[in-house]
Nanobody, 127 residues
Framework: QVQLVESGGGSVQAGGSLRLSCAAS????????MAWFRQAPGKEREGVAS???????TYADSVKGRFTISRDNAMKNLYLQMNSLKPEDTAMYYC?????????????????????WGQGTQVTVSS
């Protein structure tokens, strides 16, 4: 089992920055990939960014160039640096982890591929 706890959310004006953190505990050595997802009211959960055990990252087109995902070597801590925030970035942000491995990038931002989830942290961006 793996437990995930997010922190760092808050309210910010458009153009501002926030840094989200996710603390992982339990059998993190079995995890291959970790990711950030977000869900806005009335919308489906969407993948934002992922990073695997080898440091390979994947980003949604909507955040490329603005968000940066990182982690520590032990995969105990996951981060999401969010810059140039826009009102459309407003959502609940979730940390997720999966033991699923494999090449390609198509699966890395698909929520059904992830087994473990945090409770989420709210990000609100005002215009």
């Amino acid at each position: 089992q793996v437990q995930l706890v997010e922190s760092g959310g808050g309210s910010v004006q458009a153009g501002g920055s926030l840094r989200l953190s996710c603390a992982a505990s339990g059998y993190t050595s079995t995890m291959y990939c970790m990711a950030w997802f977000r869900q806005a009211p009335g919308k489906e959960r969407e993948g934002v960014a992922s990073i695997d055990r080898f440091g390979i990252t994947t980003y949604a087109d909507s955040v490329k160039g603005r968000f940066t995902i990182s982690r520590d070597n032990a995969m105990k801590n996951l981060y999401l640096q969010m810059n140039s925030l826009k009102p459309e970035d407003t959502a609940m942000y979730y940390c997720a982890a999966t033991p699923r491995s494999g090449g390609g990038s198509g699966w890395r931002l698909v929520s059904s591929e992830y087994s473990y989830w945090g409770q989420g942290t709210q990000v609100t961006v005002s215009s």
